[in-house]
């Protein structure tokens, strides 16, 4: 927790030379003008400056002071005990003349401490620089020694070492040979074992500012194990500054740079993946340019503690958090209202972009940059992801970016547009090293997993100041609590932008003045809501339809790509009806894999299999093209003999339960639906859908029912896409 900022008396004696001399003259005189109204002694005044030159001489000695200042400080005590005596004496201490003689002391006290003061810190420096030095060169024998040593090198040179603040490491500068450029991928675990350092340090090599020159990044002490309090600090930022997650082990800041490139965050559950989004939200909202959209249909948990400053306990009076989608059906309408802006705002804003000399918007409070927080990407389905890859490909002019947040830094969660278009990568504690080399390609072969082993660490590569890529180091990200968020939020609510009306005004953008309605009653079940949120909930809500095949809803945004499919199996769709309860039950499936009918019999009907049962006669003039056998569904389809339908009629049937029961539904739950064995089902549908390359987003998962959980489904959005890969086959 961050310490109290309430005001208390300070007790130390911070004070300069120059204002001590002047001090003790003042101490000096009071006594004279004191002693002379008084009749004090003259003695008294020779005691008190003795007794102030020997402390003086005591604290000079102590302190290790070259032995000339020592005698100049307690001269100058025994000078002013002398006036002050001789003053009492006379009873003059009120004269001009004595006075005037007190000024002169003084001036010169002050300029003698002073000059001593600067001679003694000067001296302190040299000392330092020289101890420094010193060991410098013995670290630089040693390394050279070592590098020799463990990598059989010749004709390298130690250029020097860099000691870190707090003693925690340093640096190593190393100009390699010209045959060998650079150390052995597992150089930084030899070096770590060869120095034997405790876990939490480790070595770090990254390039030089030259060719052939490395820095050997050495951390001696575990500086990752404590938490680090998020700063205090709640000064308005701008998105165009960087954004600090927390501390390089060298007490750096570990900043991300997300105006003009986007974000990709990853880490397994525990590693504190949630804690440092929550430190990235923070260090967004204290800007006043930047408008932030959350994307979490898994509950929306980075979102919440955020909003329940405003809706909830009523202390902010707008959310702090602009548009949240937590479900699939929102965030296809939010990207959507994103991808309609982007061109929106490209041709909007051309004077300001002429005007500014810049192929990019400039970003203000008038027209902020918009940053799309998505989490848990992997349980997005492809149609979400494609739209994704397309804001990440085309938003940049526009200042729409996007931070991405998943468990896992591997290829089926991360797709191409995203690896490539995040240059600021983080990547917190996983259990596969692999996936880490997977995120970072650059310097992958150096990392070590163990230099960063508690929750909160992780590695961090971000465009510096210069925009070039770092390569990944260790960092630990800031703590923030739910108290924390509490008491920042309402500061940051006054600062909020509002978004522009050329980024609004396209058709897809009618949906976003009543998203809170939309959203709000989701999240906050039974809950009653703060009047804060009254402006955002009592406006008419707008629902757009939603598509009958793909369940995706619709817009006014450009959905050329999906037309024809969507039109086809629509028509397709409303052609086949369920059964009399309203369901698509085993009657209907029977139905469609039934003997399809043709008006041309074959010569001769086929004998049956030996030991098969017999079979029921065929009906004159027609005969069957999908014969009894389950399985043999994949390799015939239903339709007439003369024009054969290429769609399975299993995978069509599928198709039209799943969107009758609201686009998504557990395999078991589908079974029971049709009247067939699960097993038999999935492993049915699996062999139809690899057979024109479609796999299931998820692993196969998808969160369906009334209680949302998660096991194997099925998506109406990946069946329509199967049927579509069929009809292009024919």
């Known amino acids: ?287 006043n340019d930047c408008v932030i959209w959350h994307i979490d249909t898994t509950g929306a948990g980075i979102s919440m503690p955020w909003l329940r400053s405003w809706a909830i306990d009523g202390t902010s009076p707008v959310p702090l958090i602009d548009w949240v989608a937590d479900t699939e059906e929102e965030a296809h309408i939010m990207l959507d209202v994103a991808l309609a802006g982007i061109p929106a705002r490209k041709s909007g804003y051309q004077d300001l972009m002429a005007s500014a000399n810049d192929d990019k918007i400039p970003v203000s409070p008038a027209v902020p940059e918009i940053l799309l927080v998505v989490d848990e990407i992997a349980e997005l389905p492809m149609a979400l992801m494609n739209k994704l890859d397309s804001v990440v490909n085309t938003g940049r002019a526009a200042r729409i970016r996007d931070l991405l947040c998943g468990l896992r830094a591997t290829q089926d969660v991360i797709t191409a547009a995203m690896k490539k278009q995040s240059r600021n990568r983080g990547g917190m504690r996983v259990s596969d090293p692999e996936e880490l080399h997977h995120l970072f390609p650059s310097g992958s072969g150096r990392l070590a997993p163990k230099a960063a082993p508690h929750r909160g660490c992780g590695f961090l590569s971000a465009p510096d100041e210069d925009d070039v890529v770092s390569d990944p180091a260790p960092f630990k990200a800031y703590r923030i609590t739910p108290k924390d968020i509490a008491r920042l939020a309402p500061q940051f609510a006054g600062r909020r932008p509002g978004l522009d009306e050329v980024f609004l005004g396209t058709e897809p953008g009618r949906y976003y003045a009543s998203r809170w309605g939309r959203v709000l009653p989701r999240l906050y079940k039974g809950t009653t809501l703060a009047k804060t949120t009254r402006p955002y909930t009592t406006m008419e809500i707008l629902r757009p339809p939603l598509d009958k095949v793909t369940g995706l809803p619709l817009t006014g945004a450009d959905q050329s790509s999906s037309t024809t499919a969507t039109t086809t199996l629509a028509a397709e769709a409303e052609n086949t009806a369920p059964d009399a309860d309203g369901r698509f039950g085993s009657g209907a499936l029977a139905a469609l894999l039934g003997a399809t009918r043709t008006t041309n019999p074959p010569a001769a009907a086929p004998a049956p299999a030996s030991g098969a049962p017999d079979s029921e006669p065929e009906a004159a003039g027609e005969s069957n093209v999908i014969r009894a056998s389950f399985g043999r569904v994949i390799e015939e389809t239903g339709g007439p003999a003369d024009r054969p339908d290429p769609v399975p009629a299993l995978l069509r049937s599928v198709h039209d339960t799943v969107v009758a029961a609201g686009g998504r539904m557990h395999t078991s739950d589908l079974a029971a639906r049709l009247g067939l064995d699960p097993n038999a089902l999935g492993t049915e549908l699996g062999h139809l859908l690899r057979k024109v390359g479609v796999e299931r987003p998820g692993k196969g998962t998808v969160r369906a029912g009334a209680d949302g959980e998660s096991k194997s489904g099925y998506l109406a959005e990946t069946l329509a896409d199967a049927i579509t890969r069929y009809r292009n086959t024919q």
């Open 1 to 287: 927790m961050s310490k109290s900022r309430s005001l208390a008396l300070d007790w130390g004696w911070n004070t300069t030379a120059p204002t001590a001399a002047a001090m003790a003259a003042g101490g000096a005189y009071s006594l004279a003008a004191a002693g002379s109204l008084t009749g004090l002694p003259p003695a008294y005044a020779l005691l008190a400056a003795g007794t102030g030159a020997a402390a003086q001489g005591a604290a000079d000695f102590y302190q290790r002071r070259p032995m000339a200042h020592a005698l100049a400080r307690c001269t100058a005590w025994l000078a002013a005990g002398g006036w002050c005596a001789t003053t009492v004496a006379a009873h003059d201490a009120l004269t001009w003349d004595a006075a005037g003689w007190w000024g002169a002391g003084t001036a010169a006290a002050v300029v003698l401490a002073r000059g001593l003061a600067a001679a003694e810190e000067s001296a302190r420096t040299d000392r330092a620089q020289r101890k420094l030095q010193k060991w410098a060169n013995g670290k630089a024998a040693q390394w050279q020694r070592r590098l020799a040593d463990l990598f059989r090198l010749d004709g390298h040179t130690v250029d020097g070492v860099t000691p870190w603040p707090d003693d925690v490491g340093y640096t190593v500068r190393v100009q390699m040979p010209d045959s060998t450029p650079e150390l052995p991928a597992d150089a930084p675990r030899k070096l770590a074992g060869a120095l034997r350092l405790p876990r939490g340090g480790g070595v770090q090599i990254t390039d030089g500012t030259t060719y052939g020159e490395i820095m050997i990044h050495v951390t001696v002490k575990d500086v990752m194990s404590e938490d680090l309090p998020f700063p205090d600090d709640t000064s308005i930022t701008s998105i165009n500054d960087p954004i600090t997650l927390g501390r390089y082990t060298n007490g750096d800041p570990a900043v991300m740079r997300l105006l003009d490139d986007c974000g990709l965050l990853v880490g397994q559950t525990g590693s504190g993946k949630s804690n440092t989004i929550n430190v990235a939200n923070a260090e967004l909202l204290k800007t």
